[in-house]
């Protein structure tokens, strides 16, 4: 009966996301207690899933009376269950940022708990067409939960968003469509020996399904060219929803793009298509330049930390189409450190702004003085982004860089080489604009007036941005040490609190006592994965084991 789990990890958030629309008609706050419980029972029914396939390995699930490959089937292995316990961690961890920060109202409620269901069902899916219908849940959510500030340019952010995401789930829909027509199924597994028995990986509507596949995957999780949407939106979004989706919904994409590779398309069709990962090879390189030079480049911390997303998920990128089972171990450490890591960085930069009203790196002086563990959390996170050891950032990168090498050594030519060298320059990058925040943070402002506690705070703090919306980001755009104020260029008047900010009892920091906890818990949870190599290259090696088989 554990196999059950499966469709209630997908069916609890999708069915309670009906409540606080239909309770709200009668009471107008339902909607978080609602969001809280749901999410904790997807814990709950996650830590379950995880601990059957620790016990008993892979197991499925066949909805309804029609077993696969003509029923939907629904799959449990170290991959699906790891993914899935960042969703429902992460989901839970966002709605106690949400209590405080916003966004607020039912409706909100509703539309977050569709997205849980939709990222669950994505990473439990067995079956392509239901990946798509997945797919579609977690765009359209994702595009309300964007706009629900209902402000101008997170509107605009919105439609962009819903412009770009539309064309890549067409684009995945006529790829499977292609693979259907040359297979006759859509179960992942069956496909896979379909495509051996009846096509082989040299027929063109195969190798068009996989190419218009990772086109539609490449648009979801942000890929350079086609990266323009996610700066938008993860800078216009609320705070609360940029944690939520820069953590998962691009992650769980690629969480897609390495499910249908090496399931359904396997390692053999990468290694007879050697157009193919060239091509992706390039791109994903591009994409850790381009995303690494454009994050150096920002003042701004939200699209700071969203152009730097575009360089992580290339690193995912090259090591899928590597196709070597290091690199692939050091994608999957990668994508399930990068959406903590992620998580983590967001929710600190709300909490700042929260409290402090910080959006843009001028206005960080001096932080660590003021907020220590807000400001501590966010240098370790962002130095586990950079990669410094003991961090689960550098664990990805190095799987992902020695994988590379091996790649190269063992005749596969210079790409695996090329790949490394980008992700030694791209950390790098990573270093020159975590590093500058860190020196924001623990010594600009130092020596200037009016920088400690409530006296700064007389002083400017109740005229700073409140920390919400654009109004913060314009202020300090306009205000900041891009006006050529001479006291900003000399080191920045230190970080006060706004008006009204909270008075936490054991901690310097005024911002709210629950999402700091949360806060400085998912800090310790990625340091604490950088000791966890063996650990998970024990969890993810039947996978591997299988893919590579």
Known sequence: ???????????????????????????????????AVATTTVVGIAAAIAAEVAIGGQFDHAVGTYQPPIG?????????????????????????????AGPRGNPFYSAYLLLVGGLSGMALTGDLFNMFVFLEIVGITTYALIAADRSGASAYASLKYLVVGTVGASLYLVGVGYAFLATGTLNM????????????????????????????????????????????????????????????????????????????????????????????????????????????????????????????????????????????????????????????????????????GVRRIEDAASAAREAPFTAGAIAVLGLGLVGIPPSVGFLGKWYIGVGAVESSMAGAGPAGIGIAAVIFVSTLFTLSYVARLIERFYFAGVGLPGGHGDEAATGHGDDRPGGHGDDAAGVAADGGAESGDDETSAGGTPVAPVEGAPRPSLVPDRVPPASLAVLLVTTLVTVSLGFAGFALAEWFGPFLTEVFA
């Open 1 to 35: 009966m554990t196999d059950v789990l499966l469709p209630l990890a997908i069916a609890v958030p999708i069915v309670a996301a009906t409540l606080p629309i239909a309770l709200g008609l009668w009471f107008d706050d339902v909607g978080w207690p609602i969001a």
């Open 72 to 100: 939907i089937e629904l799959v449990a292995d170290p991959l699906s269950a790891a993914v899935l316990a960042l969703i429902a961690v992460v989901s839970l961890a966002t709605l106690v940022f949400s209590r405080v």
């Open 189 to 356: 597994v069956d496909m896979r020996e379909q495509i051996l028995a009846q096509a082989g990986y040299g027929d063109p509507l195969i190798q068009a399904s996989y190419a218009l596949i990772v086109a539609g995957l490449a648009l979801k999780i942000a890929l350079f060219p086609v990266h323009t949407w996610q700066p938008d939106a993860y800078q216009r979004a609320p705070d609360a929803v940029t944690a939520v989706v820069a953590a998962l919904v691009s992650t769980t994409s690629a969480y897609a793009l390495i499910r249908v590779t090496y399931t359904v398309f396997t390692v053999d069709f990468l290694a007879a298509n050697d157009a193919i990962t060239t091509a992706m090879l390039v791109v994903s390189g591009a994409s850790i330049l381009a995303g690494s030079v454009l994050a150096a480049m920002q003042s701004d911390l939200k699209r700071m930390f969203a152009y730097s997303s575009v360089a992580q998920f290339g690193m995912i990128g090259a090591a899928i189409a590597l196709a070597n089972e290091t690199a692939l171990l050091g994608g999957i450490v990668h994508l399930i450190g990068h959406g903590l890591l992620k998580f983590g960085l967001f929710l600190g930069v709300g909490t700042l702004a929260l409290g402090y």
